[in-house]
Each structure stands twice: as C-alpha cells, then as structure tokens.
C-alpha cells in the first residue's frame, strides 16, 4: 500500500530565509506526486506535482519540488519565504492502479513564519 | 477561475442524527471524492465516485456512509445516524478526466457532533 512520511511536524523560519520541507513516500510503481498548502480555514489548494520528466518541477508561490527516485523523497523548497506562507503543507502520493487515483496524504508539516 | 464549492461550511448536530454534507464540483469533471480530516491529524481518504457509482471507498466509508450524484451539479456525503467520532473536516474534491489531472479540493465542511 502506498504511503506518505512528513517527518517534520513543526518547522520555523525566518522570513526571508529558504525553506525544506521533506517528504518520503513508499509505491510500487512510478509515483505521481503532490504538495498541497492549507491555510487556516482554507481548504486544499495545489502548490505543485510530479509524474515524470524533469524531476525538478516548478510551481506557484516560488516553490519548487525535487523529486528523488534514490530516496523516494519529494522535499519542498523555497529559498526565501515571505510571512504569507505560514500554513500546513501537505505532501500526497495518487495511486493510479485503478480509475479512482485517490489521494494518500502525509501528517503535514506546520510553518510557522517568524519576522 | 472554476472551484469547488462545499455546503455548509460548519454543521453541528446530535449524535445519531443524519447529515448530508453537499458539494458542487467543477463543472466539466467527471470524478468526485469525499475526504476527511479529524482534528489534528492527516486527511483521509473516504470515498471516490464515478460515472454514477462508487469506484473506491476506504475502511472508513462503512453502511452509514452514502453518496449521490443526485442532479448534474451537486454531489452529497450523508451519515445516517452520526458518532462523536466522525466530527471532522470534510472536503470535497473532483477531477477532469485523464489520469494525470489533479484534483480541486473545496474549503471544506467542519462537522461537530454533540
């Protein structure tokens, strides 16, 4: 079964200072990778994914995604981050097996974005 | 921009009570999910639904979970009779189709069983 490990449950920064976020998967198969961002009250919104191709994949709000097939890691970065993204980060692995590519979520990591 | 759209954003009810939670999902989708989030913890995965039935459900989605697609716009969660412990968030997504589309979560439903 497919599953996701956010080690980091907690995690302060400075603003203006970069930012991991780390995120370990198990699949059988080639993963198709998410990170999901939840701001306070919001619900899920995508910040990036990953299926194949350049395993360095962009996307919005300046982050960018790693994906290392060695470490069955996908670790979130940005190099400098601004106080608006303190949120919880979700990292999600889909299982495309079958028709319903449901989504398998880690724990999450809380940023706390300090001034 | 197209999004999903969950009502109501906070229900509170008795326990033993039934619930539908209700979504509209975006218009051109043609897969649907049901997650949740009990305080605190991570989001589940409890149900997907296409093409007029369910195409997987978790351990979680037992007999008194049901969902319907009962017009072309909305999609419902109900709990026939709820427990304390289904007090949680739960989000709505759907998905074009193509395996590689990703899906659109809407803000959610807290639901607070008393």
């Known amino acids: 079964a497919q599953s996701v490990t956010q080690p980091d449950i907690h995690i302060t920064v400075s603003e203006g200072a970069s930012l991991e976020l780390r995120c370990n998967y198990s699949y059988g198969a080639t993963p198709y990778l998410f990170w999901y961002v939840q701001s306070p009250g919001q619900g899920l919104q995508l910040l990036l994914k990953y299926f194949s191709g350049d395993t360095l994949v962009q996307g919005i709000k300046g982050f960018e995604a790693e994906f290392k097939r060695s470490q069955s890691s996908f670790n979130l970065r940005k190099p400098s981050v601004h106080w608006s993204d303190a949120a919880e980060y979700f990292c999600?692995?889909?299982?495309?097996?079958?028709?319903?590519?449901?989504?398998?979520f880690g724990t999450g990591t809380r940023l706390q974005v300090t001034l | 921009e197209p999004e999903v759209t969950q009502t109501p954003s906070h229900q509170v009810t008795q326990m033993g009570q039934e619930v539908i939670l209700r979504c509209v999902p975006i218009s051109n989708h043609l897969y649907f999910y049901w997650y949740r989030q009990i305080l605190g913890q991570k989001v589940e995965f409890l149900v997907s639904f296409y093409n007029n039935e369910i195409s997987e459900k978790s351990e979680i989605f037992d007999d008194q979970f049901s969902v319907e697609r009962p017009d072309g716009s909305n999609f419902t969660l109900k709990i026939r009779s709820t427990k304390l412990e289904d007090s949680a968030m739960y989000f709505c997504a759907s998905r074009a189709s193509g395996m590689y589309n990703e899906q659109f979560f809407g803000p959610g439903t807290r639901l607070t069983v008393l």
């Open positions: 999600a692995v889909s299982d495309l097996s079958g028709t319903a590519s449901k989504l398998t």
